[in-house]
T-cell receptor, first 114, second 112 residues
Framework: DADVTQTPRNRITKTGKRIMLECSQT?????MYWYRQDPGLGLRLIYY???????NKGEISDGYSVSRQAQAKFSLSLESAIPNQTALYFC?????????????FGPGTRLTVL | EDQVTQSPEALRLQEGESSSLNCSYT??????LFWYRQDPGKGPEFLFT???AGEEKEKERLKATLTKKESFLHITAPKPEDSATYLC?????????????FGRGTQLTVWP
């Protein structure tokens, strides 16, 4: 089984709809991240969490919210989806040890907002 | 202004034709530079971490090097299975631990 899983893998929704993307990990890592990837723009950080009680905004948090339900679960919500949120979304995890910057990525969720 | 710039954007090599990918960075203090490989439809996969100028890391046909302003990913005698997008990321000493800034990537295609 994959260490970092994301659901759904693909989603098409309409403008104005609320949508949640979910991430689960079995690596036992404390740190979790949400990124979006757009063609030609690279990966950009949306939110990150260093433990269950810690939530921090990244570069592009407007229009998004997150919930860290447990050490292993980190969800990303789009409160009212808009077309420019169409992108590939990745969840990632890392440990707190010496290799804290080695991030492990999930397979991604392809989101299309019509 | 991008903190991490990768070049070229795309590179096509014939199998066995060695080359290098470049990652230049502008951060106040480098805490670490990271290389990832990303296959189509998949998440990035960690390759290397470099911490200080002069450091080198190797894995199969890949060798990563670091200077004070840039990193190179050297690919020796590439094979078609090396085709992927290679991403570079940096951790700035002035930023939160674990927060990385990614470049836009170099899309490598190796043809037989």
């Amino acid at each position: 089984d994959a260490d970092v899983t994301q659901t759904p893998r693909n989603r098409i929704t309409k403008t104005g709809k609320r949508i949640m993307l979910e991430c689960s990990q079995t690596k036992g890592h404390d740190r979790m991240y949400w990124y979006r990837q757009d063609p030609g723009l690279g990966l950009r950080l949306i939110y990150y969490s260093f433990d269950v009680k810690d939530i921090n905004k990244g570069e592009i948090s407007d229009g998004y919210s997150v919930s860290r339900q447990a050490q292993a679960k980190f969800s990303l919500s789009l409160e009212s989806a808009i077309p420019n949120q169409t992108a590939l979304y990745f969840c990632a995890t890392s440990s707190q040890g010496p290799n804290y910057n080695e991030q492990f990525f999930g397979p991604g969720t392809r989101l299309t907002v019509l | 202004e991008d903190q991490v710039t990768q070049s070229p954007e795309a590179l096509r090599l014939q199998e066995g034709e060695s080359s290098s990918l470049n990652c230049s960075y502008t951060v106040s203090g480098l805490r670490g530079l990271f290389w990832y490989r990303q296959d189509p439809g998949k998440g990035p996969e960690f390759l290397f971490t470099l911490y200080s100028a002069g450091e080198e890391k190797e894995k199969e046909r890949l060798k990563a090097t670091l200077t004070k302003k840039e990193s190179f990913l050297h690919i020796t005698a590439p094979k078609p299975e090396d085709s992927a997008t290679y991403l570079c990321a940096v951790h700035d000493r002035g930023s939160t631990l674990g927060r990385l800034y990614f470049g836009r990537g170099t899309q490598l295609t190796v043809w037989p």
